[in-house]
C-alpha cells in the first residue's frame, strides 16, 4: 500500500514538472521496461532506445497524465506503441530493398535455400552506400522516400531526364552487385570475413 502512495506521490510530481521525481519513476520502472521491449526486440541496443522513448514520451505529455489512472499500465501502454512504431518504420525501410531484391535478383528455391534474406537486406544498403553521391542520393529519394522524379529533380536542381539516368545507372550497377553470380560471394564475405562482424 505504501508503495502506491509514495509511486502516486512521485506522479504528481511528474505532472508539476518535478525533475527527481521523472529520475526516481524512471529507476523505478526503467529495468521493466527493457525486460518488456527486449523480449519483441530480442536487440539491447533497439530495447534501449525504446526505453529512452518511452521516458522521453511521457516527459512530453506529463501534464496530461491522468494520476487516476494506473501509472504502469500508462507506461506499458507507450511502451507498446513504440515497439508497434519500430515495427513500423522497419517495415517502410526495408520496402525499397525488397523492391531493389525483386529488380536485381531472380529467386528460385535454390536461391532462397542458400541465402539469409535478413543479410542480403543489409547487403543492399552496404551497396547503396558505395554508390556514387548522386546515385545514392536519387536512389534514395525515390525508393525510399517515394518521391516522384520531378519533384527530385527540383529538390536536387537538375533535370527529370538526369534524375532518370542517375537512378538506372545506380539501378544497373546494385544489379551486377546483388546479382545471383555475387550473392554466394558477398554473403560469405559479410557473413565470415567482415571485419566489422569480428
Not at 506521490?9 to 524512471?26: I, M, N, R, S, T
Not at 529533380?153 to 550497377?173: C, D, F, G, N
Request: charged share 35%; net charge positive.
Amino acid at each position: 500500500m505504501r508503495g502506491e502512495i509514495k509511486e502516486k506521490e512521485l506522479v504528481d510530481g511528474l505532472k508539476q514538472g518535478d525533475k527527481k521525481a521523472f529520475q526516481l519513476l524512471f529507476e523505478l520502472y526503467s529495468k521493466r521496461i527493457f525486460a518488456f521491449a527486449r523480449g519483441y526486440l530480442k536487440s539491447k541496443s533497439e530495447a534501449e532506445e525504446i526505453v529512452q522513448d518511452v521516458f522521453v514520451k511521457v516527459w512530453n505529455a506529463r501534464e496530461s497524465i491522468n494520476t487516476e489512472l494506473s501509472f504502469k499500465s500508462y507506461l506499458f501502454k507507450i511502451t507498446y506503441n513504440c515497439i508497434r512504431e519500430y515495427f513500423n518504420k522497419q517495415s517502410r525501410e526495408n520496402r525499397y530493398k525488397h523492391e531493389i531484391l525483386d529488380y536485381a535478383i531472380e529467386f528460385d528455391n535454390r536461391t532462397e535455400e542458400r541465402i539469409d534474406y535478413k543479410s542480403l537486406l543489409d547487403l543492399v544498403e552496404e551497396k547503396i552506400a558505395l554508390l556514387p553521391p548522386r546515385q545514392r542520393e536519387v536512389i534514395l529519394l525515390s525508393k525510399k522516400q517515394g518521391i516522384p522524379t520531378k519533384e527530385i529533380a527540383e529538390l536536387l536542381e537538375i533535370s527529370p531526364r538526369t534524375v532518370e539516368k542517375h537512378l538506372s545507372e545506380a539501378l544497373k550497377q546494385l544489379k551486377k552487385d546483388l546479382s545471383e553470380d555475387h550473392v554466394a560471394g558477398l554473403l560469405f564475405y559479410h557473413l565470415f570475413l567482415d571485419p566489422k562482424k569480428k
